[in-house]
């Protein structure tokens, strides 16, 4: 089997799967789908680096698809946008090419036409042929330095907003034709493709910047072909001279001089005489119109044609040929540096192997430590229904039985955990507790956070169950807590003191493994039914400038709390209902945590999502 | 004197709060305006909404919707950093942050309080205080303005009240319970007699509002009395006539005659139903009640007729206190059966009194072509019982009309059940035997032909007094 790899056309529609998958409400369904793929796919294969991982999810995603194109919440997804995308870049090559090449020869055909038969006039062909592409060269690099340091946005850089027309343009052009039927879903899914490009400069940088920039040079190269043939042929088949002709009152010497600095690429080979005109060719070549050309040496005016066609190959062919090389390394490079850590790749890595977090799962796997050492947390024990990490029962016991189902024979079992060797070898926090979920399968581990809690639910909250939930449920290490919200600006100048510290005690003392899943996080406790206001957003914003660009910020929602009840219910049914008053009291106080209230969830996903941050993620405290 | 302090100042009240604590509804409540938007979304509100409250087109107080806050701690920060005069607090506040988005609905809320605007400061009681709710009250103090709280309890109870009293106790004159969505008309207005603790100055003015809501609610009931009286002559004493066509039975005209009759009475009712709800400024609210209520059904229907008016023996005492004319009701009577006897109007037709006839106009031939047709006329209806329904639907619409608070935009089931229970009571066999005997009489002068015209005037002038003050009664 051939080692797959992320290509330009990959990643857009794994792109496209996240966004559909962000439509589809029902998590137990993602949950078990996305389960039994790393159990039966990924897991075997031994991989464990996010890239790889991915990979493996995106391909078997699109096989189900293909093999049972369904319906899931009205959207095709046996559909890649990628693969259009990827058809689309393909024909904007070749017509580029094709455009090139023939806007090369008429350029040439236009200026040997106008010329008629007098001898070729040898720096009015370079001024019309490389000039403008030496300048071209010159203001686009301009521009890209600019960009790239930060002086101008990158959307801005000239000839690509226009390539990016282009590309929407044929992008529809061959959606259309090649399936009417379903249209309106092909069009949201070009729709999709353009966002996702559009929207992905953040997250990947200039991953989509450099197919445009390939198919530019490819213009350059074809162009500068189209030139150099037409010459070339013009010469064979047509006798023709060149000479030179200058307003300017150039001596002979100069001319001599300037062309011997324009051949130093190649002097050192095709020395004066051969690679280009010696002094002799070069008077002997001068055009002088009132004496006619019959004075001219034949020998003298064929000197030219060496250099012209040499010059040509220099400084038009080759540094497209090199930019054109280079823009295939980078955009290799890039594919090949892409993280996978924003939001919802990390939360489809979640979704993949948070099963595992079930006590159950323990007999699965021998070498994971046994579920008894969850005793380390009372609370957990006390109040097992509300143990989140038992939530999805039913699609575990779907899991174990596809396990099963695939892997029959003990000793397989071994053969399984062995990835989870590796990965306790990988994600080892020295610490006790962490221990607990040493099991937890690469590339997700347990990751030290900084929590901020609101001062108005830090006292009334069980800060021992928070941290509890956090590492069981959430995979969060709470290492430091910041009490917030009394002074903006001098909290989050403390946040950024303690995250520097952080970040730094885990650069020297931890050795960094390049996943981008071990960084420190830092989590946000909000209660939901707290409209979030501008004050909320602008602070998250700051907080992401003090923090590095890709830290997980992750807003822990948790409803409305329930303490109050607990009192009332106290009063009122104090005898008729004791159980109830039990349960009440023990939530209530013990827990302060309690469940999202879906509209408030979707109001903060809607205020959330003006920040558009890709590495912002929404937790629920308690699901 | 007291008209000029009106004349030259309205008072003026600003609606201030966090976002989503239900503003907007407060104001469309107390200003009876269903236009102004709410939403379960926070922020929708972006812009001052000034509701002028008019009664006879004079402008007599205005109510301002603002936008919630956004920026408390900010506004916090910069007002206690602030070290000019005092008065100017406000204005040189929006003056530096007018161009900055980031205090956008901060500048827009304190603009009407800058010019001089009471404040009602808007919280959910179902919720606790928090923070930043202790710093918008601080910002609200800052400004100096008279101020009263108002704890609108989205919830079912307001389970923090006791936090939130506690807490506005340091900050404001006057706190109230208010729940926009269920305040009835006596609520808002002991809402505004509060009002007149929160500044002196405004006292005699608050006071005059009062009096014109009071009397313009006064005025309102008289105008839904009158209107119902006419709605009931003018449908106890409907006729229809219609041609019998070429080819049709007798019959078969009677039943097309029935449907136009009970459709044309029905739309009598909806029409005069509409003039109410346009009375009490209901634009969006409507009495298109779920379809389980029976005041959606036909108002002809069997259930209608079970449900409503009054009880076999009422209806007995009702018709010997008018003295005759009670031929169908004591029929009814005599042979013991229930209402169902009446399920349909059609049965009434049925019983082959004065409702209906077939009147045969001579056939005239002239030269082969029919001339004369055959007539069947229909009506009046002029039944005791039909009155007394007609009574207790207008009472009932008018109860919700009345109870329907303007910023409440969904109809849910509650509705829907008080509405049932209140048609399982029957309101007008509640009426005392003074009402009783008007309506009796006033039935009796619109169903009989009388030649005295000032004897009829004074009846039914009697009988909107009646209703009118049944109206006031309901709450
Ligand atoms: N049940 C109930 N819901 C209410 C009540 N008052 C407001 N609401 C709801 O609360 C939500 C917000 O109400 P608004 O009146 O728009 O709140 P606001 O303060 O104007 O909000 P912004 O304009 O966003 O600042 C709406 O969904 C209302 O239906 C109430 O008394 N009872
Ligand atoms: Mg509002």
């Not at chain 1, 150039?250 to 001319?255: G, H, I, L």
Request: proline letters at 4%.
């Amino acid at each position: 089997m051939k080692k797959a790899k992320w290509t330009l056309g990959r990643i857009i529609d794994f792109e496209y799967c996240l966004r559909q998958d962000m439509t589809i409400s029902d998590d137990n369904y993602l949950k078990k789908r996305d389960t039994e793929i790393y159990i039966n796919q990924i897991l075997p294969s031994g991989l464990t680096s996010p890239s790889e991982i991915f990979l493996i999810w995106l391909e078997s995603i699109r096989k189900t698809a293909n093999e049972n194109p369904v319906r899931i919440n009205d959207t095709h997804r046996n559909f890649s946008p990628g693969n259009m995308y990827e058809e689309c870049l393909g024909l904007l090559r070749v017509i580029f090419l094709i455009a090139g090449f023939m806007a090369g020869i008429s350029v040439c055909l236009a200026f040997f036409s106008y010329t008629g038969h007098q001898p070729l006039n040898v720096s009015w062909f370079l001024a019309i042929t490389l000039f403008p592409q030496l300048c071209l060269i010159m203001v686009l690099s301009g521009f890209f330095l600019a960009s790239r340091s930060g002086f101008m946005q990158q959307k801005r850089f000239v000839p690509y907003p226009f390539l990016g027309f282009v590309i929407k343009q044929s992008l529809m052009m061959l959606s259309r034709k090649s399936l009417e039927k379903i249209s309106s879903e092909k069009i949201d899914a070009v729709e999709a493709t353009l966002a996702i490009i559009n929207e992905g400069k953040q997250v990947y940088g200039l991953l989509f910047f450099w197919p445009l920039f390939i198919i530019m040079q490819l213009f350059g190269i074809a162009f500068n072909a189209g030139i150099l043939l037409s010459t070339i042929s013009r010469i064979l088949f047509f006798d023709t001279a060149f000479g030179w002709q200058s307003t300017l009152q150039m001596s002979a010497d100069m001319v001599y001089k300037v062309v011997s600095m324009v051949a130093i690429p190649w002097r050192w080979i095709l020395p004066a005489g051969t690679g280009f005109p010696d002094i002799d060719q070069i008077i002997g070549s001068r055009i002088v119109l009132k004496d006619g050309i019959y004075h001219l040496a034949t020998n003298d005016l064929v000197s030219w044609w060496p250099f012209m066609c040499l010059t040509i190959v220099f400084y038009g062919l080759l540094p497209r040929i090199i930019m054109f090389l280079s823009g295939l390394v980078c955009l290799e490079k890039s594919l090949e540096q892409q993280k996978f850590d924003h939001r919802e790749c990390s939360r489809l890595l979640r979704r993949m192997v948070m099963y595992d977090a079930v006590p159950d799962s323990g007999k699965q796997l021998p070498h994971a430590p046994s579920i008894e050492k969850l005793s380390h947390a009372p609370e957990l024990s006390h109040t097992p229904e509300q143990t989140p990490i038992i939530s999805d029962t039913t699609a575990v016991s779907d899991i174990q039985a596809a396990n099963t189902h695939k892997k029959p024979s003990d000793t397989s079992g071994h053969e399984a955990a062995d990835p989870y060797k590796q990965s306790s070898a990988i994600s080892d926090f020295k610490d006790a507790s962490s221990s607990l979920l040493g099991h937890i399968p690469p590339p997700i581990k347990i990751t030290p956070c900084i929590a901020l809690v609101p001062e108005d639910i830090y006292e009334a909250m069980d800060k021992e169950f928070f941290m509890e939930l956090m590492k069981t449920r959430h995979l969060y290490d709470v290492r430091k807590t910041v009490v917030v919200g009394i002074d903006f600006e001098k909290e989050l100048e403390y946040v950024q003191t303690e995250y520097a510290t952080a970040v730094n005690v885990k650069k020297t003392k931890e050795k960094p493994d390049g996943f981008g899943y071990d960084n420190w996080s830092v989590v946000m406790l909000q209660e939901a039914w707290q409209p979030p206001i501008r004050e909320t957003l602008n602070f998250i914003k700051s907080l992401r400038k003090v923090l590095d660009k890709k830290t997980r910020i992750i807003v822990a929602l948790t409803g409305r709390h329930v303490e109050t009840y607990k009192e009332h219910a106290k009063t009122e049914y104090t005898e008729t209902n004791s159980t109830d008053l039990n349960y009440n009291t023990k939530h209530g106080s013990t827990s302060f945590f309690t469940p999202v209230d879906t509209s408030d969830w979707e109001i903060w996903k809607t205020k959330l999502s003006t920040i558009a941050d890709p590495w912002l993620v929404m937790e629920k405290v308690i699901q | 004197m007291d008209k000029h302090v009106i004349m030259e100042k309205i008072p003026e009240f600003a609606i201030i709060g966090h976002p989503n604590e239900g503003k907007s509804s407060v104001v469309s409540t107390l200003a009876e305006d269903d236009t102004v938007k709410i939403s379960p979304m926070p922020g929708e509100t972006v812009v001052c909404q000034i509701l002028p409250v008019l009664i006879d087109g004079q402008e007599i107080i205005r109510f301002t919707d603002t936008p919630g806050f956004q920026n408390p701690r900010e506004t916090l920060a910069w007002m206690k950093n602030y070290s000019g005069p005092d008065e100017l607090l406000l204005k040189t506040f929006i003056d530096t942050h007018c161009n900055n988005p980031d205090f956008k609905d901060e500048c827009e809320l304190l603009t009407p309080v800058a010019r001089g605007a009471g404040i009602i400061f808007v919280v959910d009681g179902s919720r606790p205080v928090r923070q930043t709710d202790r710093i918008e009250m601080e910002i609200l103090r800052m400004t100096g303005r008279p101020r009263m709280s108002i704890v609108n309890c989205k919830g079912n109870e307001p389970v923090h009240l006791n936090q939130w009293q506690n807490e506005f106790r340091k900050h404001f004159n006057s706190i109230r319970q208010f729940n926009a969505h269920k305040a009835t008309w006596s609520e808002r207005i002991d809402l505004l007699e509060s009002l007149k603790g929160v500044d002196q100055d405004w006292q005699p003015a608050i006071a005059m509002v009062i009096e014109k809501f009071k009397e313009d609610w006064k005025h309102r009931n008289r105008l839904a009395a009158a209107m119902t009286t006419e709605m009931l002559e003018h449908i106890l004493t409907f006729t229809m006539t219609e041609n019998i066509g070429e080819s049709e039975t007798f019959n078969d005209a009677k039943i097309r005659l029935q449907k136009q009759f009970i459709k044309k009475i029905e739309a009598m009712e909806r029409l005069t139903h509409e003039k109410i709800r346009k009375l009490f400024k209901h634009n969006i609210f409507d009495c298109t009640l779920p379809s389980n209520s029976l005041l959606h059904e036909d108002l002809f229907s069997e259930k209608t007729w079970q449900f409503l008016g009054l009880s076999p023996g009422e209806v007995a005492i009702a018709a010997g206190m008018v003295g005759g004319a009670t031929g169908v009701v004591i029929d009814v009577i005599a042979a013991g059966i229930t209402f169902g006897v009446f399920s349909a109007i059609g049965g009434i037709l049925g019983a082959g009194s004065a409702l209906l006839s077939g009147r045969r106009i001579a056939d005239i031939t002239f030269k082969g072509v029919k001339l004369g047709k055959d007539q069947v006329k229909m009506g009046p209806v002029c039944n005791l019982q039909l009155m007394y329904i007609l009574l207790d639907r207008m009472m009932i619409f008018h109860g919700s009309i009345i109870n329907w608070a303007h910023s409440r935009r969904e109809i849910d089931e509650s509705v829907a059940d008080d509405i049932t229970a209140n048609l399982k009571k029957g309101f007008s066999s509640g009426w005392n035997d003074k009402t009783k005997k008007v309506c009796s009489r006033f039935f009796q002068s619109v169903c009989t032909k009388s030649r005295f015209k000032y004897k009829k005037q004074q009846i039914r002038e009697e009988m909107e007094q009646v209703l009118f003050s049944v109206l006031e009664k309901q709450v």
